[in-house]
């Protein structure tokens, strides 16, 4: 069974959103200082590399990642992919999808994975959805979206609508997938966000298998 991560590499320098926190690497004891042992830290945003957003993010009163079900991140998993074609993920798109059964977790792999999600400059052209799209997932009874970029909002969209699609109907986005080498279809995913309290989004360890 191949297992595939989907993780971004957490390194200093990494892609990352326009004036966000951007990840830093420290050491508390190094043994080249001649000290006991190798200890690092790490200065790391919430929505560093591939993330989970939950409700609270944009959601007033919405929950908290805590307060998320964990069975939401682990099961099976669709990854859908689309052709260099789309730009946005709008209605029609999610119209033209062929969705089965079972839709509870979608992870989309675009043109972002070929060209994007490898270099370390921002690119705001990046595939992301639009609000009709977002409100057509939810009605079709999604649980879970994934993108394979820094964000499920296309860049410039006023008052984050599909973000507020989304997290207002309860459904937690995974951000920054890596999906480069993963073929589409069925998948087990295995999604763990950092157990950070009192957060609204926070790294995770993406694998699918």
């Given amino acids: 069974?191949?297992?595939?991560?989907?993780?971004?590499r957490i390194r200093p320098g990494m892609l990352a959103w326009p004036g966000a926190s951007t990840p830093r690497q420290g050491w508390d004891t190094r043994l080249d200082r001649g000290e006991e042992s190798n200890a690092s830290n790490w200065f790391?945003?919430?929505h560093s590399g591939t993330h989970v957003d939950a409700p609270a993010h944009f959601i007033p009163g919405g929950a908290l990642l805590p307060e998320v079900p964990l069975e939401l991140f682990v099961g099976?998993?669709?990854?859908?992919?689309?052709?260099?074609?789309?730009?946005?993920?709008?209605?029609?798109?999610?119209?033209?999808?062929?969705?089965?059964?079972?839709?509870?977790?979608?992870?989309?792999?675009?043109?972002?994975?070929?060209?994007?999600?490898?270099?370390?400059?921002f690119d705001p052209t990046y595939v992301a959805f639009t609000q009709d799209g977002a409100r057509a997932l939810v009605d079709a009874g999604v649980g879970l979206v994934g993108i394979d970029y820094?964000?499920?909002?296309?860049?410039?969209?006023?008052?984050?609508?599909?973000?507020?699609?989304f997290l207002g109907a309860g459904v937690p986005l995974?951000?920054?997938?890596?999906?480069?080498?993963?073929?589409?279809?069925?998948?087990?995913l295995h999604c763990l966000p950092?157990?950070?309290?009192?957060t609204e989004a926070a790294p995770a360890r993406v694998i699918l298998s």
């Fill in 150 to 165: 820094l964000s499920v909002e296309c860049y410039g969209a006023r008052d984050f609508p599909a973000h507020r699609a």
């Fill in 44 to 46: 790391l945003g919430s």
């Fill in 76 to 121: 099976p998993a669709t990854v859908v992919e689309l052709g260099g074609e789309v730009a946005r993920i709008d209605r029609a798109v999610v119209a033209g999808l062929r969705l089965g059964e079972d839709r509870r977790r979608l992870l989309f792999k675009t043109s972002n994975s070929a060209r994007r999600l490898d270099r370390e400059e």
């Fill in 174 to 188: 995974i951000e920054g997938l890596d999906l480069r080498g993963v073929p589409p279809g069925r998948h087990q």
């Fill in 1 to 8: 069974m191949p297992l595939y991560d989907v993780s971004m």
């Fill in 194 to 198: 950092l157990r950070i309290d009192d």
